[in-house]
Nanobody, 121 residues
Framework: QEQFVESGGGLVQPGGSLRLSCVAS????????IGWFRQAPGKEREGIAC???????YYSDSVKGRFTVFRDRARNTGYLQMTSLKPEDTAVYYC???????????????WGQGTQVTVSS
């Protein structure tokens, strides 16, 4: 089965940092975009960042300047480095192949199981 396995979520104080990992299982990410999404309680899932297979990176306005996407091809893994976290960043975070930004859309698939990020003092 082709899917991502996610890890790295947790509880962090406002202003803190977390790094989420997304390990691809059953496929290689070399030629695929990796997208990051989140869903806060009572809200729809939104795309927040993605990295293309060529290395281009795209971010939503809500995370630009604070979050960074990168990948390790040898580990077949994508990462989302989150800094300067705010309470409004609290959500379940998902990765998938594709990209879910209005400015850059590639149909998402191969979803990870999601990981909870809670930003609270």
């Amino acid at each position: 089965q082709e899917q991502f396995v996610e890890s790295g979520g947790g509880l962090v104080q406002p202003g803190g940092s977390l790094r989420l990992s997304c390990v691809a299982s059953g496929f290689t990410v070399d030629y695929l975009a990796i997208g990051w999404f989140r869903q806060a309680p009572g809200k729809e899932r939104e795309g927040i960042a993605c990295s293309s297979s060529s290395g281009a990176k795209y971010y939503s306005d809500s995370v630009k300047g604070r979050f960074t996407v990168f990948r390790d091809r040898a580990r077949n893994t994508g990462y989302l480095q989150m800094t300067s976290l705010k309470p409004e960043d609290t959500a379940v975070y998902y990765c998938a192949t594709g990209c879910g930004l209005d400015s850059h859309w590639i149909l998402p698939s191969r979803w990870g199981q999601g990981t909870q990020v809670t930003v609270s003092s």
